[in-house]
C-alpha cells in the first residue's frame, strides 16, 4: 500500500453523480431490453419506460463530466488525440476504455428512444424519422442488445476505475467495487422504472411482481459484495467505517438504501393493490441508498 | 538511450537547492497554497510553517516538484542520532501509472523515456493524480491540466541535464544515462556496505517496471515515506475487470429468471 | 574537524570538497557542535559541547597532544615544533600565566581593562650594530632599530621556554574538565583528540575548519588562536590537507577586508593612521607600525604605504608633502559598528550610509540600534528591497506598537536602488584568498546602480564641490586620483554608458608603475620613492600585464590549479608552504609533498648571475619563500625582511619567522587562549575565578542592560546562527516566494525536555525573552538540542536562527531584540553565539 497518494478532487455533484445517473440508464436500459429480446408482450411497458428514461438520463451525464475537468472545452481530447487527430483508445486506462463504450451506450439508447417516440406518434421532426428509418433496417432488437452489452459497461466501469488506482481504499476494494456498482445500477434501474409504473398508476399486478423480484436478488447480491469488500479491504476501508462517510454508508447505503427496502419487499409477499404499495416506498428508498453509495465511495476515497 | 537520475542520499545534505533550481528553470511560482494575503501588503506572505523538522514544503504538488524530506532518528539519550535527507520527486517509471491511466495521451514517454506531460493535450480530468502510487502528479487549478517533473524535458533534449543536478553541491543528485548510473549505485552501495552500513539499498531497480530516477537509501524506504512494494495499478485491471464481467453475466441470468416466461403465477391464475 | 561551524549549511558548496574526501578518500569528518545540523548528519562524527567553552576543548586536545606517547616519541612532532614554532622561544621571566593570577595574565591594569605587553616579550640577544648609519629612506629608520634575536632553547626544557609555559598553562585541560566545563562525555572528546593526533604527522595531515561559530564571541580571536597553536604543535600548518580554514561570513568580505572596508586597516592589513598612536607624521607611523615587524616581510611596510599613498593621490602625493600622509584621516578610537551605534544613540553621527546592510534587524540589540537610526539627520540607504533599515521610520516594532511616533523622528531616508550580483562586473575574493573574475550578465534596471557607480559618481561630485577649497580638511578628496572612465568596449554591450571601469580600479589595486602605467609583475617590485603605486600589495600580481586579468583564468586540476583563478599572495594557495619540507628542504614525506628545496636548480639572480638551488614546486604551486634561500641559509642579524629570517623561518610574515605558540604582542587579551565563560553565562568559570574575558568590549550605556552570572531570571542559553535557506537579514532571501516557502516563520529549536519543563510544544508559538526584549517564535522541538549537565546541574540550550524582520514575504520577529552589546576585544566583533534567555509557552502578548 502506498504511504503517500494524491486525491484528484473530484466533485461530488459532478463524478459521483455521474456515476449515480450512468448507473440508473444503463440499469433501467437493460432491464427494458431484456424484456424485449424475451419477447414479454405483457411486460411491454417495463420496455417503453426503460427506453424513454435512459436516453435523457444520459444526456445528463456528459454536462456533468464535461463540467468537472479542468479543461472542459477540451473533452473532444476523449475521442480524437490532437497532434494528428486520429482515434484514440487507451486499453490500459477504464476511464478511455469507459468513454467509448458511453458514447456507444448512448448511440443505442438514443435510438431506442426515437424508436419509442414513434411508437407513440411523437416524433415529429421529419429528419430524425429518416434517421431513423435508416438505421431500422437493421432489427432494433440488435440495437438493444449492443445498448445492453454497453450499457453494463457504463454501469460496471466506472468501479474498475476507481479500483485501478493506487488510492488506500479504492486499491484495498479491489476488485469488486465495478461488481458492486453493476449490481447497484440494475437495482436502481429497476427501483426507477417502479417508479414511473407508479407514475401510470400501476401498481400492482405482474410488471412490479417481476420487478421486485430481480431487485431482492440484486439487494442481497448488494449486500454480500459489501461485506465481502469491507472485509478484504480491512484496515484500509476506514473511511468508509467512521465520521460522516460511514454514517452516510452504512446508515445511507445499507441500512436505508437495502435493507429497509427488503424488509419492505418481504412485507409485500401479502398481495395488495394499495397505492401504498411497500415496494413502491421501497424503491425510493433503494433510489436513495444508491446515490449515497456513489457518494460515498468516490468521496471517502478522497479525503487525506 | 535511457537518461534519468541516480539519487544518492549518503550524500545529500538537505540545502534544497534542487527545490530552487527546479522553480527557477521552470518558471513556476511559489506554491499558492503556502500564502495568504495580508491587509496592508502588495505582497502575500508565506504561512506554511509544518514543525516537521525542515520540511515545510510537505508533499509534491503542481507547483511543487522537488520535495525534499527531513527524517530525524533520534533516541532518548542522543547515542542514536542521525538526520536523513532525501529529494523526492517524479520517479519516471518504466511502467507509470500516471501514463497507463491517460485518456488522451497527453502523458508520453519520449525517446529519453522520462515521462512528460503535454500541456496542450491534457484535458484535467485529474485519473492520473490518483493512479501514481507516489502521489507525484498534481493539478493546477490556475491552468486546468496536471503538472509534474519533466525531467527538464527541454534542458536533456539539448545536450543539458537536468536543473536540480546541475545544481546539487555535493552531486548528490547525477544526471545521466540510467546504465551508467546504475554502475555508479551498486559501486556507492558496496562501498557503503563494507563500511558497516548495512541497511543501505537501492530503491527503483525492480519497483514499477524500473524507476528511471532511483534513490540509494540508508534505511527501509518505509522511512522515506516510499511504498515498499508499489502495484503499478493498471496491473490489477485485467483482475477487475474479469470479476466484474461475471458480476454482469450474474446479473443477467438473475434477469433472465425474473422475467421469463412462468407456468403458474402464486394465487392460482393460469398463464396461457 | 569542523568546529564553530555549520560547513553543510553555510558554506554548501564549499562543503563538497569536505563531503569527497570522506566518500571517496576516506577522511573523517568531525564535527564539534552544541547543536546536531546538516553538517553533523552527514560528519562521522558529532562531538556536542555547551555553547562557548570551545577554548576549554581546544586546550584539552593541546594537553592531550603534548603529553601523549605518540608526539613525545614520533621525531616528526618535535622538529616541526622546536624549528617552525616560537616553542624553544624564552620569554620574559616577569611573565605570569593565567595558572599564577587567578584567570588573568601579568601586564593588567589596574582597573582591569586593558593589558600592556612588557611582561609577555621574548628574552632576545644583544642589539646588533645597525647596517646604515645614516637615514636615507624609511627602511633605514628600520634597519637602524634591529632588536636582538630572540633567545632559544631547543631542549625546550628551560621553564621559561614557550613550550614550557605552554604546557603549564593547559595542565588542568583535561577530559574530565571537558565534561565537567563543556558538558562532553570523556570518551567523545578523547575520540575527536586522538582522530587529529593519529591523522597529523609525515605521512598525514589534519585540517580545522572554522566559521562564525568561533569568531562571534567576546573570546572569538582567543578561539582560533587555540585551533592555530593545536595545527602548530600537530605540525600542520603550511601543508597540504592542514592548515586552519576560516569559512567567511559572507560572498567576497575577504576581499572587503583584504580592500579594507574596515574602519581601521588600510587595504592590504596595514594598520590605519590613528589619533591616539604615535603617528603624528609619516615618519612616525612607520617607526610605530613598520619597527616591530621589521625583521619579517612586513620589513617592507615602508613600500607598502608609499605605494598606497600614491594609489590615493597620484601627482598630488609627494616625497614633500610625505605622500599625502598629513591629508589622510585618521582615526581617533574604536568606530567599528557597535561604538558607532552607540555614539549614533548620543547624537554624534549626523549622516549614515547603509549599502547592503541592514542592522535594524542585523544589528546586536536591535532594539538599541533603531533608536539610534532615529537620531541621524539623514540616512542614505542602498539595496535591492525595501530593507527594515530603510523603513524603521514608517513600520518597525516601535513604532507600530506606539513606543515611538514617526513624527518624532527627523531622520530623512533616501532610499537608492542597486543592482545585483550578475548586474555588474568585479573581482570576488574567495575565503581561501581566491580572486576570480565574475562578470556583468545584464544591466540593472531603470535606476538601479552598482555599489562602484555609487561610490565613483558620488566621488566624482565631491571633488567637483571642493575644487576651489584651501581647507586642509578637503585636500584628500579635492586631490584624489579618480580616473576610472570605462573604456567603450567595456561598456558597449550595456545601456549604462558610465559604469566604472572595474579592470583600471583592479589594475590599481595590483599597481603599476606611475610613470609608464605598466602593472607590477610582483610587490617585490613595490618601491618606498613614490614611483610605484599599489592599492593593496597583497593582491600585485593578479595582473601582470597590461589587459590580463588572472582572475578571469579557468584552468582547474583537481588539486592546486594554479591556472584558476588567483590567490594572493602570489598565487600562493597553501600559505607558509615551507613548512611542508623539513630543516633539509626535504618533503616530510612523498605522500605530502607540496614545494621542496632542489639544490641543483639552476637559477639567475636579479643581475643575471646564475646559481645553483632553488625551492621548486611542480604543481604550480607558488612558493611562500623566498626561492633561491637555501634551508641552510643563515639570516644577517641587523638585517630586515628576508635579509633577517633564515632558511628555516617558514612564518615570512611573524617577526621571528616562526608560528606562534605563545604571541608576544598583537593581541590585547592575553598571549594564550584561556577558559573564559561568556559574558552572559548561567554557570560560573570552573577553571579560573576571572570568569569572562577581563578585557572584553562592554558598553554599559542605558538601554543595553546586561544579565548577571548565573541570573536566575535568564538560565537559559541562546545562541544565534544562521540557516541555508536565507542570507543574514532575509533582505536577498525573504522576498523571493521561493525562498521565503523554504523557511517561512521564525522558528526556535529547543530539546523535547526543555520544551516539557516548559509546556511548549511543537509548531506552536512560545516567546524568549531577555533583558532587552521580547520576541515569539514557532517550536521546533526537537533531540537535536540537547540539555547539558555542567558540574552537576542541567544548563538547556536554545537556537534561534536570526534571518527574520518584519518585512517581506517570509515575516517573524527581529531575534536580535534579544542580544546585547558586547564584543572581543581585539576586533569589537559582537558576541552574537551565546548569551542567556528565558522562555516561555505563548505568544509575545500572552496568547497562545
Sequence with gaps: MSPETQAPHWEWYYIAMYFYIGGISAGAYFIGSLVELLGREKLREISRIAYYIAFPLICIT????????????????????????????????????????????????????????????????????????????????????????????????????????????????????????????????????ARALKRQNIVSGEMLERLELFDRVAMIFELLLIIMMVIIAGQYASPILRGWYGLMFWGGTVAVGILAPLWLNWSARRPTTSVNNPVLLGAVLILFGGALLRITLVQAGQIP | MAKGMFVDTSICTGCKACQVACKEWNELPGEPAHFHKVPDRPYQVAINFTGNSYDNTGQLSATDWRHVRFIEQFNENRTEARWYFSSDSCKHCNDAGCLNACPVKAIVRTDMGNVFVQQDVCIGCKYCIPSCPYGVISFSEQSGTVHKCTLCNDRIHNGLGTACAKACPTGSISFGEVEELKKRADARLAQLKMRGFTKANIYGYTEAGSLNVFYLFMDEPSVYGQPEHPVVPQRRLFRSAAITVLTAVAMAVAALISFREQGTKKNGEVKP | MIMGSNMAECHPVAFRWPLKAKTNHGAVLMHVDPRFTRTSALCDIHTPIRAGTDITFLGAIINHVINSHRWNTDPFFKEYVVNYTNAATLVNPDFKDTEDLNGVFSGLSADGKAYSYETWSYQRGPKPVPAVSEVKTFTDLLLQRVPGRPKTDPTLKNTHTVFQIVKKHYKRYTPEMVETICGCPKEMFLKVAETLLNNSGRDKTSNITYAVGWTQHTVGVQIIRAAAMLQALLGNIGRPGGGVLALRGHATIQGSTDIATLYHSLPGYLNMPDGRKNHETFKDFILTEAVPLSTSYWGNYPKFAVSYFKAQWGDAATKENNYGYDYHPKITGDHSHLPMMVDMMNGKIKGFFVMGQNPAVGGQNARYQRKALAKLDWMVVRDFFETETAAFWRNSPEVTEGEVKSSDIKTEVFFLPAAMVSEMEGSFTNTQRLLQQHEKAADPPDDARSDIWFTYHLGKQLKTMYAGSKNNLDWAIKNLYWEYEPEPPEVANFRIKDEPSAYKLLKEINGYTWEDKKPLPSFANLKEDGSTVCGAWIYTGVITEEGVNKARNREGDNWISPNWGFAWPANRHIMYNRASAD??????????????WDPNKEVKDPTGKTILGSWVSPSGEGIDFLPTKAPAFRGRDNGIGFDWLSGNDPFIMRADGKAWLFAPSGLVDGPLPTHYEPYESPVQNLLHKQQANPVAKTWKVPGNPYHEVADPKYPIVVSTYRLTEHHLTGVMTRWLPWLAELMPELFCEISPELAAEKGIKNAEYMSIETARGIIQARALVTRRMRPFTINGKTVHEIGLPWHWGWQARAEGDVVNNLSVLVADPNVTIHEGKVFTCNVRAGKRGGAA
Design chain 1, 62 to 193: 456528459p454536462i456533468l463530466l464535461i463540467a468537472d475537468l479542468g479543461q472542459p472545452a477540451r473533452f473532444w481530447h476523449l475521442f480524437f488525440y490532437t497532434k494528428d487527430i486520429t482515434p484514440y483508445i487507451n486499453h490500459q486506462s477504464p476511464l478511455s476504455v469507459g468513454t467509448w463504450a458511453l458514447l456507444i451506450y448512448s448511440g443505442m439508447s438514443f435510438l431506442s428512444f426515437l424508436n419509442v417516440l414513434v411508437a407513440d406518434g411523437r416524433l415529429k421532426s421529419p429528419a430524425l424519422r429518416s434517421l431513423l428509418k435508416l438505421f431500422n433496417r437493421i432489427p432494433h432488437k440488435v440495437y438493444a442488445a449492443i445498448g445492453s452489452f454497453f450499457g453494463f459497461f457504463v454501469a460496471g466501469y466506472t468501479g474498475v476505475l476507481l479500483n485501478t488506482t493506487a488510492r488506500p481504499l479504492w486499491e484495498a476494494t479491489d476488485p469488486l467495487i465495478g461488481s458492486l456498482f453493476i449490481v447497484s445500477a440494475a437495482s436502481t434501474g429497476a427501483a426507477v422504472i
Design chain 3, 583 to 596: 630543516l633539509q628542504g626535504r618533503p616530510w614525506s612523498e605522500k605530502k609533498k607540496l614545494v621542496y
